[in-house]
């Protein structure tokens, strides 16, 4: 535990890799949490696995809290409990990609929550799925809970699960030029 870039294997991970990593944790925290790495600054995790049960209050989820690099072929189990920018593998992902990625479990949190991501810049999202619960009281999403800035592209993608908030959608919750295909 501990305040802020927390992670299971790293607090942040700058350009570097992660490759075929397993994380089995229960970690907390305030702002930028995760249960593989807190903070991803154009680092890498390649084909890694978290079975993680994650609190924080900002930036939470169950690989990464912030991301602005690359996940490909990572797989989480996950119950994450967040107040804003809170996902099932990664809280908030500012842009960067994440690419066939699977994620199941239970998401909470007050708002901008989704079952992939809690908050999604410019990112590529593509051939990764979520099949989780999600429950906010703002903008919830089965995927994505919010897709902001010039928003991110998704592709090949699917949601399974309930999503709960005021603001709800079953692949996005809320959205800003955000590119759907397939």
Same mark, same amino acid.
């Given at each position: 535990?501990?305040v802020?870039r927390v992670?299971?294997?790293? #607090?942040? +991970?700058? !350009?570097?890799? +992660?490759?075929?990593?397993?994380?089995? &944790?229960?970690?907390?925290?305030? !702002?930028?949490?995760?249960?593989? &790495?807190?903070?991803?600054s #154009?680092?890498?995790?390649?084909?890694?696995?978290?079975?993680a049960?994650?609190?924080?209050?900002? !930036?939470?989820? *169950?690989?990464? #809290?912030?991301? =602005?690099?690359?996940?490909t072929?990572?797989?989480?189990?996950?119950e994450?409990?967040?107040?804003?920018?809170?996902?099932?593998?990664?809280?908030?992902?500012?842009?960067g990609?994440?690419?066939?990625?699977?994620?199941?479990?239970i &998401?909470?949190?007050?708002?901008?929550?989704?079952?992939? /991501?809690g908050?999604?810049?410019?990112?590529?999202?593509?051939?990764?799925?979520?099949d989780c619960?999600?429950?906010?009281?703002?903008?919830?999403?089965?995927?994505?809970g919010?897709?902001? /800035?010039?928003?991110?592209?998704?592709?090949?993608?699917?949601?399974?699960g309930?999503?709960?908030? =005021?603001?709800?959608? *079953?692949?996005?919750g809320?959205?800003?030029e955000?590119?759907?295909?397939?």
């Amino acid at each position: 535990s501990g305040v802020e870039r927390v992670g299971g294997v790293a #607090g942040s +991970l700058w !350009d570097g890799r +992660l490759v075929e990593c397993l994380a089995q &944790v229960q970690i907390a925290g305030e !702002d930028v949490v995760g249960g593989m &790495v807190g903070s991803s600054s #154009g680092g890498s995790l390649i084909r890694c696995q978290a079975w993680a049960e994650v609190f924080g209050t900002d !930036d939470v989820g *169950g690989m990464v #809290g912030y991301g =602005s690099g690359m996940l490909t072929g990572c797989k989480a189990q996950a119950e994450v409990t967040g107040r804003q920018r809170v996902g099932g593998p990664v809280g908030h992902q500012g842009d960067g990609q994440i690419i066939e990625c699977r994620t199941a479990g239970i &998401v909470i949190g007050s708002d901008n929550v989704g079952g992939l /991501a809690g908050e999604c810049g410019e990112a590529l999202i593509w051939r990764s799925s979520a099949d989780c619960e999600v429950t906010a009281e703002q903008a919830a999403g089965g995927l994505v809970g919010s897709a902001r /800035a010039m928003g991110p592209f998704i592709a090949d993608c699917y949601a399974l699960g309930s999503v709960a908030g =005021s603001t709800a959608g *079953g692949l996005v919750g809320e959205t800003y030029e955000v590119k759907i295909m397939n």
